[in-house]
């Protein structure tokens, strides 16, 4: 990957985050019956079996953090329509991309797989991924196509 584009995709990350850990600061828990119906409805259609559900209003947005029967550790952000716009989740191993993981063996090969979280935004999909060795621990995170986007 060329340094221009590395030092712009970390740089929108940062900015990300520096606007994510604003906003958090302001947001509210809120109780069920001041969410609007259409994020109810849409909620309730796309994660029926959610538990462990916590709702939290943040510039017009609703933050979900839930569990399923599936998985566990799911962060969403709906629109006040009921639109997805981000969905984090920790999904098994198993279940990423082949490409993804034959694209980190081939360049962490004394690393292990500890855990996966499936990251959604808009229709962009990418994978943070815990990777483990008997002596060390490192972060990545990779394009739905098998490209790492940072180390």
Known sequence: MNTTYRIVLNSAAL??????????IQSQDIRDSDL??????SFTEKFPSASEL???????????????RISEGHFLVMDE??????????IPVADTPEVVIESINEKYTVYQIKSVKKMTNYDA???AIALESSNSSVDVL?????VEIEE
């Open 15 to 24: 900015i990300f985050l520096f606007f994510l850990s604003a906003n958090t």
């Open 36 to 41: 609007p119906e259409e994020v109810k409805k």
């Open 54 to 68: 916590k709702w939290k209003i943040l510039d017009q947005q609703y933050e979900f953090n839930f569990d399923t």
């Open 81 to 90: 329509s009921g639109k997805v716009i981000r969905h984090n989740e920790i």
């Open 125 to 127: 999909v990418s994978y």
């Open 142 to 146: 990779y394009s739905e196509n098998g």
